[in-house]
């Protein structure tokens, strides 16, 4: 069973940076999907970006051109830089692995093992 903690989220106003971190443990295999996920107030999780370490991604419209996910293998950390950030980015945002080798959906149910979420505030 893979553990996953994340951290580097923060207030920030808008337009600023943020990088996120999420270090896994347990389990050293880099087959398997990595993501990050987010969850504003009252709305449901939803798909950021996806990373397997072939370099096959996968990232949310919304985030396009802005945010950034990078995978060190040698660290077992994945990361999230977020730029040009928006009050609409205001969530808690979570890094998560995949059930299957080599499979990368944008679906929270594919995805087995989640960290705790850490909190990103962008203000106007």
């Known amino acids: 069973q893979v553990q996953l903690v994340e951290s580097g989220g923060g207030w920030v106003q808008a337009g600023d940076s943020l990088r996120l971190s999420c270090a896994a443990s347990?389990?050293?295999?880099?087959?398997?999907?990595m993501a990050w996920f987010r969850q504003a107030p009252g709305k449901e999780r939803e798909f950021v970006v996806g990373l397997i370490w072939s370099g096959i991604s996968r990232y949310a419209n919304f985030v396009k051109g802005r945010f950034t996910m990078s995978m060190d293998n040698a660290k077992n950390t994945v990361y999230l830089q977020m730029n040009s950030l928006k009050p609409e980015d205001t969530a808690v945002y979570y890094c998560a692995r995949g059930r299957s080798r080599g499979r990368l959906t944008a679906t929270p149910e594919d995805f087995g093992s989640w960290g705790q979420g850490t909190q990103v505030t962008v203000s106007s």
């Open positions: 347990g389990s050293s295999s880099n087959d398997y999907a």
